[in-house]
Each structure stands twice: as C-alpha cells, then as structure tokens.
C-alpha cells in the first residue's frame, strides 16, 4: 500500500498514464488504510440488503439463474443452494448485532 501511496502522489508519474487507465480496490475496513488514497478516491459501496426475505430475493434475482439451478442434476442440488443462500442472508442480519448470540456462554 506504501508504494501505491508513493506512486500515486507522485504527479509526474500520474501523467506518464493513461487517461482512460483506473485502478479499482476492494478493501475491508482497516484502521491502517492510507487516509491519502480515501480522500482521493471516488467510493462505491455495495450494502447488503435490509432482512433475510431481500438477502434472499436478491440472491435469487441476480446471482442464481435458472440455468444455473438446471447445471446441476444432483437431487438435493436447489436445497443445498437455497440452503447457501439463506444461510448467507441470516449472517448478513446478524451482523448488526455485533457478537450478540454468537458463542457467547450465558
């Protein structure tokens, strides 16, 4: 990350590139991630939807098609995945409360 830093802020090399050239990262959220590329950055987020019924919904409308469900001839194939998908969408839920009911001995 230093060296991107360097790179970066270093004017002469920005116009060494392309006009049309980007550079696309991912990151999660880290208290080390350089303030630099932050305010310089145009920020996209993608929000996990709000309950398990539009986790669902959204898997099954643009990750799962049906040819995707038809790939497979297994018997217990769409269970497994509608299995994965609720499983997915209850985690996601349960991220806002934190540790709360994970592991936690009473």
């Known amino acids: 990350m230093d060296e991107l830093v360097e790179i970066l802020s270093n004017a002469d090399a920005i116009k060494e590139w392309n006009e049309d050239g980007r550079i696309w990262l991912t990151v999660e ?14 920020k996209i987020t993608n929000e996990p939807p709000k309950g398990i019924k539009a986790g669902l919904y959204k898997t099954f409308t643009s990750l799962v098609t049906q040819d995707f469900l038809e790939r497979v001839e297994h018997e217990n194939w769409k269970t497994m995945i509608f299995v994965m998908a609720f499983l997915h969408s209850v985690i996601l839920e349960r991220r806002k409360f934190g540790p709360l009911g994970w592991c936690i001995p009473y």
């Open 29 to 42: 959220q880290s208290d080390t991630f350089p303030l630099f590329l932050l305010q310089t950055a145009i």
